[in-house]
């Protein structure tokens, strides 16, 4: 993944949904119980499919902000 959100801990690197898996456990209460859910092997692959459903698609959410928005391309017209 070249665009992700990451979780570094120590040695530990996880990227997309397994870094927001372990932020949610890092956390407390029914936030942290979702984490462990979502790196077990029955929901970790459904959630990657989410993650990058939701990443790819962040600008069209509700509240979504101008860095959601995917970059434009410009043409180079200086010639």
Same mark, same amino acid.
């Given at each position: 993944?070249?665009?992700? =959100?990451?979780?570094?801990?120590?040695?530990?690197?996880? @990227?997309? #949904?397994?870094?927001?898996?372990?932020?949610?456990? &890092? *956390?407390?209460?029914?936030?942290?119980? =979702?984490?462990?859910?979502?790196?077990?092997?029955?929901? @970790?692959? #459904?959630?990657?499919?989410?993650?990058?459903?939701? &990443? *790819?698609?962040?600008?069209?959410?509700?509240?979504?902000?101008?860095?959601?928005?995917?970059?434009?391309?410009? #043409?180079?017209?200086?010639?």
């Amino acid at each position: 993944m070249e665009q992700s =959100v990451w979780w570094l801990d120590g040695h530990r690197r996880d @990227s997309g #949904s397994h870094a927001v898996a372990r932020t949610l456990l &890092a *956390t407390s209460g029914i936030w942290r119980i =979702v984490g462990y859910a979502l790196l077990t092997p029955a929901l @970790s692959w #459904s959630a990657q499919r989410l993650y990058q459903f939701v &990443a *790819t698609n962040r600008y069209r959410l509700p509240g979504n902000h101008n860095a959601c928005h995917p970059p434009t391309v410009e #043409s180079d017209t200086s010639q």
